[in-house]
């Protein structure tokens, strides 16, 4: 039988991106521009259609007012009928969730799943920059502590609460690309991370409303972070990114091959070449993703898949287009 190849301890190491970090930002920046540009904003009264969402004064009703902007509270204090003004919200403020813990430093296409999370932040940030809007960032990593890695007997190690950075959201190209260099430098440390409590450090203080995306493989069980989606859900637009990579989907046929969880450091030896075995995981791994496209469903998110052996850029362009050409036709997801 063949033997699985020595796999040494995993230990924190500064992420692939890190030491050229410049010239992929830029790169990313340039393709951004070229196909993604005037797709997501242009020239907007607010958040969304409509005379906007933030409170302002009070003035009298007047014949042709939307009764359902009666203020109810000042109508009974003056015994006259008014309706509260509202105010277009001209700056729009974006916030990542990024999840870069220990199973996004996977990849057997074209690029790693963590490339993906950095491609995809950078467009976003992009596109959110113009015109003065605001973003910011939160990052979750693994636990930090070295898992080493053997073949576990029994229970999994017990899982860390995970690292969390906040980076706060400002105005600006220059903020935003260094934004951008401090999620490429973000060092991946094992563990595993916890993508609910990333979530929950956007609830919490409550902000302003605009539009927070999150962007993960959502390996960790929906029970974990589809609640605080939910929540994150009532204030703002949520937008979900799944990265995935195709050999989560299906296993090739390639012998005894040995597969390491990154986060628990649990060691298997798969024997590949037994069509039932990868029937089998392709079964469960199509029952995983559709578990977590309705547990992003139930949670009112917008729901994009991302793959590392596709152009994740025209995929991001085509999701953008029906985002548009729904929202057109009166329909909201």
């Known amino acids: 039988m063949a033997r699985a190849a020595p796999v040494t301890s995993p230990t924190p190491r500064p992420a692939p991106l890190a030491d050229r970090s410049e010239a992929v930002l830029s790169r990313l920046q340039l393709l951004v521009t070229r196909k993604l540009d005037g797709l997501l904003q242009g020239d907007y009264a607010?958040?969304?259609p409509g005379p906007g969402s933030e409170a302002g004064e009070s003035r009298e009703y007047r014949p042709g007012d939307d009764v359902r902007r009666m203020d109810w509270p000042v109508t009974a204090r003056t015994t006259t009928p008014h309706v509260r003004r509202t105010v277009a919200d001209r700056e729009l403020e974006t916030w990542l969730a990024l999840d870069l813990s220990a199973s996004l430093d996977f990849g057997t296409g074209q690029?790693?799943?963590?490339e993906v999370v950095v491609a995809a932040a950078?467009?976003?940030?992009?596109?959110?920059?113009?015109?003065?809007n605001r973003i910011g960032a939160v990052i979750g990593t693994g636990g930090g502590a070295p898992v080493p890695t053997r073949r576990w007997r029994g229970a999994a190690p017990p899982a860390g609460p995970g690292v969390l950075t906040r980076l706060p959201a400002r105005s600006g190209r220059k903020e935003a690309q260094g934004l951008l260099r401090t999620v490429a430098g973000t060092t991946i440390r094992p563990g595993r991370g916890d993508l609910g409590a990333l979530i929950e450090m956007l609830n919490r203080p409550p902000r302003r409303r605009g539009v927070v995306v999150v962007v993960s493989d959502f390996l960790?069980?929906?029970?974990?972070?589809?609640?605080?989606?939910r929540k994150l859900r009532v204030r703002h637009d949520v937008l979900a990114i799944e990265v995935v990579d195709p050999r989560e989907l299906e296993l090739p046929d390639v012998g005894v091959l040995p597969v390491v969880d990154p986060e628990s450091g649990e060691l298997h030896e798969v024997q590949t070449a037994d069509p039932r075995l990868r029937q089998r995981y392709?079964?469960?791994?199509?029952?995983q993703r559709a578990t977590i496209a309705?547990?992003?469903?139930?949670?009112?998110?917008?729901?994009?898949?991302l793959r590392?052996?596709?152009d994740?850029?025209?995929?991001m362009v085509r999701f953008v287009a029906a985002q548009r050409h729904a929202r057109t036709r009166g329909t909201t997801r």
């Open 282 to 287: 392709a079964d469960a791994a199509a029952a």
């Open 46 to 48: 607010g958040l969304l």
């Open 312 to 315: 994740w850029l025209l995929d």
């Open 111 to 114: 690029w790693l799943k963590r």
């Open 220 to 229: 960790a069980p929906p029970e974990q972070w589809a609640r605080p989606l």
């Open 122 to 132: 950078a467009a976003i940030t992009h596109l959110t920059v113009r015109g003065g």
């Open 294 to 305: 309705a547990a992003l469903r139930g949670a009112g998110a917008a729901h994009l898949r």
């Open 308 to 310: 590392t052996d596709r």
